[in-house]
């Protein structure tokens, strides 16, 4: 889909192709499906929309409604989920890239929530303790999961988990409580928190 968009720094108009029904993870793993330059700037501009992603093969559909919009803007004909289906929602485009990374590789993402949870609580020194949006899955391959962190002290490093840690957040996470609802949900560490709470309870 083309749309007509004013350069936020020059005013000048051009065309931006969006893709509200997303079938390429590859535009929302590298964000080119947000990007854009000005042609007459030259201005490189994050243009997030609402869009859906959908991947019937990891039973999967991923809402992004970025800040500013709300569930009426999301495309027309979105797919319908099917029984077992993972529903998400996710309000930024670097959320939406994460999760998308996580159902492409076949993890499950309550279990990298969860995760990064207990990595920022095992390293105070480091992280903001309240601050779980610190981590951002960057990569994961068969040894080791990584991450883009933001420490306390403001820098940025990519911090690697062995992957057998990730498999015991996976065995944490194997009461029906943690089943899908069956609804879009926004799962984040609160959501992991939450649940851990009502059991509980
Ligand atoms: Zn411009």
């Not at 002290?153 to 996976?170: A, E, I, R």
Request: charged share 25%; aromatic share 10%.
């Amino acid at each position: 889909m083309k749309e007509t968009i004013d350069c936020p720094k020059c005013g000048a108009e051009f065309e931006f192709e969006t893709f509200p029904l997303m079938e390429y993870p590859e535009k929302i793993l590298d964000l080119t499906a947000f990007r854009a330059t000005c042609p007459s700037c030259g201005a490189e501009l994050m243009l997030p929309y609402p869009c859906v992603y959908h991947n019937p093969a990891r039973r999967v559909i991923i809402r992004f409604i970025p800040r500013g919009f709300d569930l009426s803007d999301l495309p027309a004909g979105a797919p319908v989920p099917l029984s077992g289906y993972s529903l998400r929602d996710v309000y930024s485009a670097h959320s939406f890239r994460e999760k998308t990374l996580i159902f492409e590789r076949g993890l499950d993402d309550r279990a990298i929530e969860l995760l990064k949870i207990l990595t920022i609580q095992q390293n105070p020194e480091r992280f903001d303790v309240k601050d779980p949006d610190v981590l951002l899955l960057a990569d994961a391959d068969e040894e080791a999961l990584s991450f883009f962190a933001l420490a306390k002290d403001g820098n940025d490093f990519v911090l690697k988990t062995p992957s057998g840690l990730y498999d015991q957040m996976c065995a944490e996470l194997t009461s029906p409580h943690f089943d899908e609802s069956g609804d879009f949900e926004t799962v984040d560490s609160q959501w992991v928190l939450d649940h851990f709470r009502l059991l509980e309870s």
